[in-house]
């Protein structure tokens, strides 16, 4: 069964740093581009950054330029967010995205809260 499940999220100060992990299951990350989104109370689904299966390529929402790292660790079968310097207006809850044989899988979200 394909699964993805989200971790790292948590409460930190304007400036801070947190690092997202997405655990790949029942298929092969590296075979398939992959993305995060996220969503903030009250407001749509964003995508955030993404990461393509061929060459990894990366490309990142303009909000988060510069301050976030999309990258991929095929031995752990693991997506992660590197996520610096971080704002109060990043708080949100936190989505990793994939399609494998034409179907969509997100995972559960975990909740990044930016405060002081």
């Known amino acids: 069964q394909l699964q993805l499940v989200e971790s790292g999220g948590g409460l930190v100060q304007p400036g801070g740093s947190l690092r997202l992990s997405c655990a790949a299951s029942g298929f092969t990350l590296d075979y398939y581009s992959v993305a995060w989104f996220r969503q903030a109370p009250g407001k749509e689904r964003e995508g955030v950054s993404c990461i393509s299966s061929v060459g990894r390529k990366t490309n990142y929402a303009d909000?988060?330029?510069?301050?976030?790292?999309?990258?991929?660790?095929?031995?752990?079968n693991t997506l992660y967010l590197q996520m610096n310097s971080l704002k109060p207006e990043d708080t949100a809850v936190y989505y990793c995205w994939t399609v494998v044989a034409a179907r969509t899988y997100w995972?559960?979200?975990?909740?990044?809260?930016?405060s002081p």
Do not use: H, L, P
């Not at 909000?63 to 752990?76: E, L, P, Q, W, Y």
């Open 107 to 114: 995972g559960q979200g975990t909740q990044v809260t930016v």
């Open 63 to 76: 909000s988060v330029k510069g301050r976030f790292t999309i990258d991929r660790d095929n031995a752990k």
